[in-house]
T-cell receptor, first 115, second 116 residues
Framework: NAGVTQTPKFRVLKTGQSMTLLCAQDMNHEYMYWYRQDPGMGLRLIHYSVGEGTTAKGEVPDGYNVSRLKKQNFLLGLESAAPSQTSVYFC??????????????FGQGTRLTVV | AQSVAQPEDQVNVAEGNPLTVKCTYSVSGNPYLFWYVQYPNRGLQFLLKYITGDNLVKGSYGFEAEFNKSQTSFHLKKPSALVSDSALYFCAVKARRGSTLGRLYFGRGTQLTVWP
């Protein structure tokens, strides 16, 4: 029972490089989220999706793009990485709003360093 | 603006004493409320939630939380703290309706330290 799986777990990028973080969930959840965690800042929402084919901006969307072509996958892209994007990235998923089981499940995180 | 506030960056308590970690929110439309815990170098783990009904909810590891609608608060409590409870705790709020439907807001986190 995998839950939420993030790949890769670690990555070092040079400034200006691009990459894609993959989030996969096997719980048939409608909602998926990408957060970044920085010391003293808590979790800040980058983008989220309320269903296949839909995405929405969160608090800190600049410099990131996302896609949800399949219900189980939520991709986060960095087109031109900057040192300010050095962070730990977490993906999460949850059921639809009217479900009693509406808590989010988190992946183990991706530690990204941009040099 | 919609937000979640955890007014204390750190809470320190002695083992065996009760603990409280505070959370207030400003999210419209009667949102869902959650507490999560994070241990070093790990993802977030769900502790408990308020959906509807009784204002006192019980969760994992002996934690409970009290919902107060008039004060828009959802404080996390435990009657007797353990050293193993030391971790980073996050309050989260999920919008039930409106333009931010499904959006999950987090506080900045409170570092709980329980000393022997």
């Amino acid at each position: 029972n995998a839950g939420v799986t993030q790949t890769p777990k670690f990555r070092v990028l040079k400034t200006g490089q691009s990459m894609t973080l993959l989030c996969a969930q096997d719980m048939n959840h409608e909602y998926m989220y990408w957060y970044r965690q920085d010391p003293g800042m808590g979790l800040r929402l980058i983008h989220y999706s309320v269903g296949e084919g839909t995405t929405a901006k969160g608090e800190v969307p600049d410099g990131y793009n996302v896609s949800r072509l399949k219900k189980q996958n939520f991709l986060l892209g960095l087109e031109s990485a900057a040192p300010s994007q050095t962070s730990v990235y977490f993906c999460a998923s949850s059921y639809f709003r009217d479900s009693m089981n509406t808590e989010a499940f988190f992946g183990q995180g991706t530690r990204l360093t941009v040099v | 603006a919609q937000s979640v506030a955890q007014p204390e960056d750190q809470v320190n308590v002695a083992e065996g004493n009760p603990l409280t970690v505070k959370c207030t929110y400003s999210v419209s439309g009667n949102p869902y409320l959650f507490w999560y815990v994070q241990y070093p170098n790990r993802g977030l783990q769900f502790l408990l939630k308020y959906i509807t009904g009784d204002n006192l909810v019980k969760g994992s590891y002996g934690f409970e939380a009290e919902f107060n609608k008039s004060q828009t608060s959802f404080h996390l409590k435990k009657p007797s703290a353990l050293v193993s409870d030391s971790a980073l705790y996050f309050c989260a709020v999920k919008a039930r309706r409106g333009s931010t439907l499904g959006r999950l807001y987090f506080g900045r986190g409170t570092q709980l330290t329980v000393w022997p």
